[in-house]
């Protein structure tokens, strides 16, 4: 059974930096992409930041340029460095896997970012 355990959210204030970590528990899978999703308060869940197998990133246009995303989907790991924060980046994150057959989903950790 697949399952993706977050950490690393919490309170910061704007401009400050978080990184969020992701690893996938009981074996080791194979994965071809794995991410970040984000939701509001009041809002749908919409992607911040993927990597796939082949090395390819893909960034939300509001995180280009402050977030990074990291990791090794072979080991089942996905980080994301969150720089220059804002207020508008408050939501709880989810960490995203894609099997060749299923999506799975973390818990969500909370990132909220004080004005």
């Known amino acids: 059974q697949v399952q993706l355990v977050e950490s690393g959210g919490g309170l910061v204030q704007a401009g400050g930096s978080l990184r969020l970590s992701c690893a996938a528990s009981g074996g080791i899978w194979s994965f071809n992409v794995m991410g970040w999703y984000r939701q509001a308060p009041g809002k749908q869940r919409e992607l911040v930041a993927t990597?796939?197998?082949?090395?390819?990133?893909n960034y939300a246009d509001s995180v280009k340029g402050r977030f990074t995303i990291s990791g090794d989907i072979a080991k089942n790991t996905v980080y994301l460095q969150m720089n220059s924060l804002k207020p508008e980046d408050t939501a709880v994150y989810y960490c995203?896997?894609?099997?060749?057959?299923?999506?799975?989903w973390g818990q969500g950790t909370q990132v909220t970012i004080s004005s």
């Open positions: 995203y896997a894609r099997g060749f057959s299923s999506n799975y």
């Open positions: 990597v796939s197998s082949g090395g390819n990133r």
